[in-house]
């Protein structure tokens, strides 16, 4: 019998954790997990891409399509299930992540990085010359239902805590597993050689495609559950700055664990909130210092410095 | 910045009580201020979970606030999730009761529409015989909505004037050759924008090089707080406006004044409406909960809101009165004049300035703005 | 054709001032492999100190021509200053490292000076418009200019001729063509990389801040001018062809264009056009109009 994987542990662990804190915490706390644990979603597939030497500079396109796909489904549709519309933004996200990859997995590094920026900057421009949409300023999102029941505002909340924390383990066991295959296990080889990976008979290209398609599904979820905790969105969740943020959350939280993009994300939550709180002048310099010391001293992200201290003790 | 020192001074003001009467009691019903700062600039998404902090992390009574429409249409739901009033300050979409009904959230400045309503207004009361116009606005809802609203009044007013060019601009973009050689092109008899801060000066001192402003006549629905800053740049004869009766259009009053020499010394700057619009908000917060505490008890939020609802208030640019939208939405007279440079004195100044009753410009109540105008204005009150 | 003729000079008006404001940051890129976000941060320093400095020069009544050579000196001693500053104290540790994270890092140097400028500067927005008239107006048929926009095209020929010219005639020119071929070989021929570095970020420092520089009389210098014209810049550069420096005269030529013509003639697509025409030239050609694919090595 083989001894259970560690991170396996860890995420089942934390999951009754979370859950059971959902029932305690105040809405602020809860408020802001969710939109952590959504964000940690995106950086958990650009970790994956990450590992290949790519980084996707516009995956806030992805985001702000799952996003604007469950406003636009619930507010013209009707539909408001809170189960049903975050699938329908992983679905336009991994739609748009299939088509766009064919030609993504022909461009490699900074040009990987320019073209996706492109890709969400047209976006952007499409959401802000739509004033149908509320241009810049967005619409709000109609408040989510379970099985057709409008639940109070308390039980909306937590069942879409419990819902995000319920993604988040489920998406992060599946990643885990993913790494482990031989397909997971290839990324790493790409990026120190691709040419080598191609001689022992893998196409790169349909690596990098897969791992395309699955950043943009997990980003796609994660702007539809963002878009429903927030209850409004707007371009600027297509922006350069957003994508800008969730790179910074990537290398801030190392890619040694499925586990790291939460823990960065929640990091990355918590110095903003009380930078500004405390410091409401310099929040963004606080962020920038953290963000450099993290790649001066730590180059495995925050990952690697916790590794590093259970060493030694 | 400007809104976060107009808060602080009659803040200040309100505690030690030295707001000029009727409002120089100590304190809001009998207890002093705290005023708890949070940045804006952070993302919608962001501003909910830092409002929700606000509410329950740091247990303040209301918030005061929010410059950018976004903010105030993600914050809004959540304020009356989370029981808590709220006034906003500025945020000009007027989408904000138009869509929704909100309990606890109320806003102590009119909205966007009156200040297109005004500029057809005067415009063509001094020019009847205009013939086109155009805009150049920020690609934005904000932009968007001040063109359309401009656009649709003059031609509520006077059906056969023609939009011939309507620019759209990004935010923060500063350059604007190509427009002014486009609009150099198509010579409008008019040029509408509601431009301002940064790209709004920009826009002058670019179009005033190459003599834009000397065939076409200016409309500057928001540009009024950059004459302190721009002097002689900013061309005379340009029709300009202060999103209401504030700044230089603030009514002369004991009120209006204190404000103004306050804000002056301690700043060195004349405030902006962003300042007058804040003050305001806070003030409304006191007279508010004033009215509502009985026998010193501190009140409930509902009972503040619902002492708020219908008030008619003094303060320091204009009269606030909170009649549209069951009383959660202000309305104020709006200002506009024609620009002057004074050049003995080496200041700026306004000319012609005239006011327009606030049930002159704005949509009665329960209708919304662009229906109104299209409507021709049904119901204005204009004497 | 009055459209066409207008269309050709504000684009070419607008080219200029792009490539004024992206050429540094190929030139960090070819020479270093550092894609610099921090350059628009660069572009806002040299704004700000030049409107300030021209504000003081007014008010003191000095001659209102020397106000133009104060846009330079501000621009010099900002590139210089911060460029020693960031080279010397960030990226000479980051040589090596991924060039993704070598961008991450100077987007926190973006995020630690966007607080530092408002520190400084505050929020009020600074105009500083004496020079932008200073040079007068030429007409040209119907076309009316400001012959300050006119010297901006001067000014952009001037670089990106000295670049070319620095680049591909001269000794130290040819140095660094080395250094961009093959930084090993060319360290073991002698040539001293990290000083080849400096002098080039430091070079591209300037030309960012002269950007800021020359463009501050022209608009009012505010909060957040950093943040859009990173995105101008990246557009230019990766349009060209990342490094290449003919490449970033041909991008801002093109963006140029293209925006002049859709103000005139389809306006509401001024938003897209920029990033409209980034992304099929990188479709059509995914390393820029004059870029050259890389090798692949085994």
Redesign the interface.
Known sequence: MRAPDRTVVALVMAFVVLVAAGFFL???AV??LV?SLARGIVALGLMVQFRS?L?SFGQALFFAVGGYAVGLIALKLRVTDVILLPLVGVAAATLLGVALGF?MR??R???F???S???S??FY??L??T?TL???????VPTPTVFGLRLS?LATRTLLYDLTVASAVGVALGVHWYLGTILGRLDTALRD????VEYLGYAPARVIHVQYVLGAALAGGAGAL?ALA???I?P??AY???S?EL??VT?LSGTGSVIAPFLGSLVF?LI??FA??YA??????I???A??AI??YF?GGLWSALERSRVRA | MPAKNGAEIVAEAINNGTLPTPYNTKGVAGRSLELV???ES?????Q???F??L????EVDAVVGYLV??SC??V???AD??KMLTFFSTCS?P?IFE??DFKYVYRTSAHLTPDGVTAARYLLKRMPNVKTIAGLNW????G?DAWRDFRMSVQALKPDVEAINEQFTT?GGGQYGAEISALLTKRPTVLHTAFAGGDFEAFVVQMTARGLHQNIQMVMTAGAGSMFRLLDKLPDGAIIEDRGPYSVFARPTPLGNWFRTTYEQRHGITPPYTAYHMGQAVLAFKIAADKASKGGAKPAPEEIGRALEQLKFDAFGTTVHMSRSRGHQAVTESAIGVYKFDKAKNAPTVVDVTYYPADCVNPPDGMKGEAWIKGGFKGARCD | MATLAFIVADGIIYASWLLIVAVGMTLVYGVMRV?NVAHGSLYALGAYTAATMVGAWFQRGYAPLGSLALLLAAALVVGLVMGLILELG?LR??HG?????V???T??????L???I??IWGVEARPAPQPYSLLGTTSVGPLLLNNYDLALIALALLIGGLSWWGLTRTISGKLLLAVIFDREMAEACGINVRRVFLVTFLIGSVLGALGGASTAPMISVSRGLG?DVI?LA?AVV?VGG?GSIPGALLGATVIGLSRAAAVHLLP?AE??AI??I??LV??VR??GLLGHE?L???
């Open positions: 105040p809405s602020w408020s802001l939109v030497g980084v030609l022909r461009y590094e900074i040009f990085a320019m073209l920026l492109g890709f900057m047209l421009g499409l802000v010359k004033e509320g241009s810049t300023d967005g619409f709000n505002v050689n691709e040419v080598r963002t927030v209850g409004h707007d600027s969740m350069w700055t957003t800008g790179v910074f290398i939550g903003q909130t500004l709180q409401p002048s310099i929040w963004q310099m962020l920038g210092v963000l450099l790649i001066l180059p | 700062v949070v940045d952070t993302g919608t998404a962001k909910v979970t830092e929700r902090a509410a329950e992390r740091r429409a976004g249409l993600a809004a739901p959540v999730e989370l979409t989408r869509e929704n690609n934005m809802a904000y968007q935010f | 894609l960030l540790f980051l490292r991924d060039e993704v994270v961008v991450l890092a987007y926190a140097t973006f995020l630690i966007e607080d530092v408002q520190l943040v995105v990246f990766v990342l509401q938003v897209f990033y409209l980034m992304t990188l479709i995914p390393y890389r692949r090595k085994v």
